[in-house]
């Protein structure tokens, strides 16, 4: 899975209402790779200020997670997403999921389809199996706001008067509804508006009401369809990779087609 985000950081602002904002903003990504710089929505309590309710703040994090009992960040690139089934085991996400959870808002994002003909011809001396790309996002538009886990992780290598503290995430996932089912078994978890609150709270921590607020996405709300194969290259960037465009016979059909 690989996020799209091209939403302005004063749409964020306004839509999550967050109380501080990043030093700098992030530029449109249109092909965001693991251990980029996304946005993460957390709250955060203060610590001069114990019995204050938490502050919403609008952060820039590394997608792909970095335990704080890391050796290096090279793990990052290992534990972009957190499968869900397993987030009170795995010893790289049970503290996040208990005290540090975020959103991760972003338009859509991408997942690869291969199909039977192209897998037959990866069987062929020569042969290669292709994958067709296809964008997913909300059906009648806006942010998908993705549940996530963040981390701290201090840099031991850092240079005396940089920042030795690195913010990163992970993307929780789930087994993927009929609607995207067709094209990849995972999907990212979502957490309706109402919850937002409860989920961002670093005070709550009863696993059971946590595992309550993370839905999949109801049937119908997200929509998919084939996109250029130039996504398939980090290095493109542009809203040109979100346009459809028209595949073979042999492609999926998009859940928007039915």
């Not at 192209?118 to 020569?126: Q, S």
């Not at 009401?209 to 993370?214: F, N, Q």
């Not at 997200?222 to 493109?236: C, G, Q």
């Not at 990779?241 to 087609?257: F, T, Y």
Request: glycine residues 6%.
């Amino acid at each position: 899975m690989i996020e799209e985000f091209g939403v302005d950081r004063a749409v964020l602002e306004e839509r999550f209402s967050d109380e501080g904002t990043p030093e700098f903003g992030l530029p449109p990504n249109y092909n965001v790779a693991p251990t980029d710089e996304v946005y993460a929505v957390v709250e955060r309590l203060d610590k001069q200020q114990p019995t204050a309710p938490p502050q919403r703040q609008l952060r820039v994090v590394r997608w792909g997670l970095v335990p704080s009992w890391a050796k290096d960040r090279k793990i990052a690139s290992k534990l972009i997403n957190a499968r869900v089934e397993t987030l009170t085991e795995k010893p790289a996400f049970r503290k996040a999921f208990a005290v540090r959870r975020c959103l991760l808002p972003a338009d859509g994002y991408y997942e690869w389809y291969t199909d039977d003909a192209t897998d037959a011809a990866a069987d062929k001396p020569g042969g290669k199996r292709l994958k067709q790309p296809y964008f997913i996002r909300g059906r009648v538009g806006g942010v998908l706001p993705m549940a996530g886990l963040y981390e701290f992780w201090r840099d031991p290598n850092a240079e005396p008067d940089a920042d030795p503290w690195l913010w990163s995430a992970a993307v929780i996932t789930t087994e993927a509804t009929d609607d995207v089912g067709r094209i990849h078994d995972r999907m990212p978890m979502l957490i309706e508006p109402q919850n937002w609150a409860r989920w961002l709270d670093p005070r709550e921590s009863e696993a059971d009401t946590l595992g309550r607020l993370l839905v999949p996405a109801a049937a119908g709300r997200l929509e998919a369809y084939p996109v250029s194969t130039e996504v398939n290259d980090v290095r493109n960037d542009g809203p040109h990779l979100i346009e459809p465009i028209s595949v073979g016979p042999d492609a999926v059909k998009a859940p928007s087609d039915g």
